[in-house]
């Protein structure tokens, strides 16, 4: 009996090693992630040792300047992030298969904590990456509009259990009302319109879910940041009549992607932005930016800045003056 029993014991002391040392690349590679977090710069030289593709907000740029506007390239689809004093607001969050991108990105930017996610309408290249922001960062309050599917005759909606999670990770949902005001930093984000009904009233079914998107001011100082999603004609028409001159804007992201129905000269003649951003992918299937859009906005005298072409894209304002700064001129410079 002790001759067939002894064996047995010597087999499995043999093998016990052998599954410790399968063990040691997980630790070993948990070892080398906190050693690259915590003492060589974060998550970027993590990820540069993994030999990822950086395409993210420069994380000392941020840190060091108090105002900035960064359009986050997502392809097609809209995510940018307004930084004011340390204090973060991101408005939209791209499309599903570039979530993984924008919380890599934003990791690298050092941000931990939004203090507002803002979700312009229910499209899914401006929801897609929303609950993983959402399992990803500390977010104080996420903004949507007082969408009204039935009233629109669409069948848009929200992500699948965003509001749940939401609440899940202490995140207040707020319907964002026109006029209301929000604090971020020493800067205020104002919610202008969004989500009225009778913008829903168009020939255009495509357009209906665009109109209801949240339009918003970002003001710091003499700095004056105007999105307005993938509002199209109608929505920027209203706009127009309501607000006039004083939708006047240093820097203006082009309304939906560049579209031709959208950055109408109307709206233009009164913003007169210095800058434009478009947001878009390459070689996308919708033909964004439309030549006529881009003709308007160079008629308006703005420079025109495109992720497409450029990628991530940073906008800074020191000194009453806007500089950019994108991931080709970053690296050109270190």
């Not at 990820?47 to 593709?53: D, P, T």
């Not at 005001?181 to 800067?187: A, C, E, F, R, W």
């Not at 079914?205 to 100082?221: D, M, P």
């Not at 003499?222 to 307005?228: A, G, I, K």
Request: hydrophobic share 40%; glycine share 8%; net charge negative.
């Amino acid at each position: 009996m002790d001759s067939t029993m002894k064996p047995e014991k010597a087999a499995r002391k043999r093998r016990l090693p052998w599954r410790r040392i399968l063990l040691l690349p997980a630790v070993l590679l948990l070892a080398v992630a906190a050693y690259f977090i915590e003492s060589r710069g974060g998550w970027s030289d993590l990820y540069r040792a993994a030999g990822v593709s950086l395409d993210a907000p420069d994380a000392d740029l941020l840190a060091q300047t108090s105002t900035t506007v960064t359009v986050l390239d997502v392809g097609q689809g809209d995510a940018v992030l307004i930084g004011q004093d340390g204090a973060y607001c991101l408005i939209d969050t791209g499309p599903s298969d570039a979530k993984g991108d924008l919380v890599r990105d934003l990791q690298l930017a050092g941000i931990s904590k939004l203090d507002y996610l803002v979700l312009t309408h229910p499209h899914a290249d401006h929801t897609g990456g929303a609950r993983e922001v959402l399992r990803n960062f500390a977010v104080g309050q996420l903004l949507v509009p007082p969408w009204d599917a039935q009233a629109s005759g669409e069948t848009a909606d929200w992500p699948r259990g965003l509001f749940d999670l939401a609440a899940e990770q202490g995140t207040d949902v707020i319907t964002a009302e026109d006029g209301t005001v929000y604090p971020l930093g020493s800067g205020i984000l104002t919610v202008l319109q969004g989500g009225e009904s009778e913008l829903y009233d168009t020939d255009d079914s495509s357009a209906h879910v665009n109109n209801a998107s949240l339009c918003t001011l970002f003001e710091a100082g003499n700095f004056r940041y105007l999105s307005t999603g993938d509002a199209e004609s109608a929505a920027e028409q209203r706009l127009v009549d309501r607000y006039g001159k004083a939708l006047h804007a240093t820097l203006f992201k082009a309304g939906h992607h560049g579209s031709s129905t959208s950055s109408t000269e109307a709206l233009l003649q009164v913003v007169q932005p210095q800058a434009v951003a478009i947001s878009c992918g390459r070689n996308n299937d919708y033909g964004h930016p439309h030549a006529r859009a881009l003709q308007r906005l160079t008629d308006a005298g703005a420079e025109i800045y495109r992720t497409d072409t450029m990628g991530t894209i940073t906008f800074t304002w020191q000194n009453d003056t806007l500089s950019t700064a994108s991931a080709d001129t970053l690296d050109a410079a270190a």
